[in-house]
């Protein structure tokens, strides 16, 4: 059974960073894309990064484009996010989310972690 | 950027009753090379993660149930679930998965049993 465990959420001071992490089992993990995707309180779903299975190529949003940095290690069957630069309008609950393949384009979300908060507040 | 649009934002259906959320796409997601449209739907359940029902425009996923059903091709999509049960009570969104990221999805469609 696929199960995504996201962690690393929590309260941050604006300008502040957060590493947030996903760890993946029920699968083989080197050989699937994962990304992020995020929703603000009582909003809905907005897109934030993706990391292909082959480790080649990675995307962002322009929304976090320049602050936040998606890695995984294969080793640990771990994805990350680094959130750098932290602003109010990043408070959401992030998930990671698996594709059904190991591109990143082209492919849908087939499960989802339960996902973390992070709250951006002085 | 692709953007997506959902309507209604909400809709109220009586149990038993068809329920249908449509989706429009402001490009085409048909891809003429595999006549494939790059197209999913998701369910979210209060408190919980959202869950895929459908891809390829149509292609439900393993374990949802048949009363879920997806149409459309090129920019207009349709979501219908033939004969509401109260457990499909949530919010419904669209996404496309088109080329290359960024992927969107519609701003979401709250479903509530009239």
């Known amino acids: 059974e696929v199960q995504l465990l996201e962690s690393g959420g929590g309260l941050v001071q604006p300008g502040g960073s957060l590493r947030l992490s996903c760890a993946a089992s029920?699968?083989?993990?080197?050989?699937?894309?994962m990304t992020w995707v995020r929703q603000a309180p009582g909003k809905g779903l907005e897109w934030v990064s993706a990391?292909?299975?082959?480790?080649?190529?990675?995307y962002y949003a322009d929304s976090v484009k320049g602050r936040f940095t998606i890695s995984r290690d294969n080793s640990k069957n771990t994805l990350y996010l680094q959130m750098n630069s932290l602003r109010a309008e990043d408070t959401a609950v992030y998930y990671c989310?698996?594709?059904?393949?190991?591109?990143?384009?082209?492919?849908?979300?087939?499960?989802w972690g339960q996902g973390t908060l992070v709250t951006v507040s002085s | 950027d692709i953007v997506m649009t959902q309507s209604p934002d909400s809709l109220a259906v009586s149990l038993g009753e068809r329920a249908t959320i449509n989706c429009k796409s402001s490009?085409?997601?048909?891809?003429?090379?595999?006549?494939?449209?790059?197209l999913a739907w998701y369910q979210q359940k209060p408190g919980q993660p959202p869950k895929l029902l459908i891809y390829?425009?149509?292609t439900r996923e393993s374990g949802v149930p048949d009363r879920f059903s997806g149409s459309g091709s090129g920019t207009d999509f349709t979501l219908t679930i033939s004969s509401l049960q109260a457990e499909d009570v949530a919010v419904y969104y669209c996404?496309?998965?088109?080329?290359?990221?960024?992927?969107?999805f519609g701003q979401g469609t709250k479903l509530e049993i009239k």
């Open positions: 989310a698996k594709s059904p393949d190991m591109a990143v384009a082209g492919h849908y979300f087939q499960h």
């Open positions: 029920g699968f083989t993990f080197s050989s699937y894309a």
């Open positions: 990391f292909s299975g082959s480790g080649i190529s990675t």
């Open positions: 490009q085409s997601v048909l891809y003429n090379f595999n006549n494939k449209n790059y």
């Open positions: 390829w425009a149509s």
């Open positions: 996404q496309q998965y088109y080329s290359t990221p960024p992927y969107t």
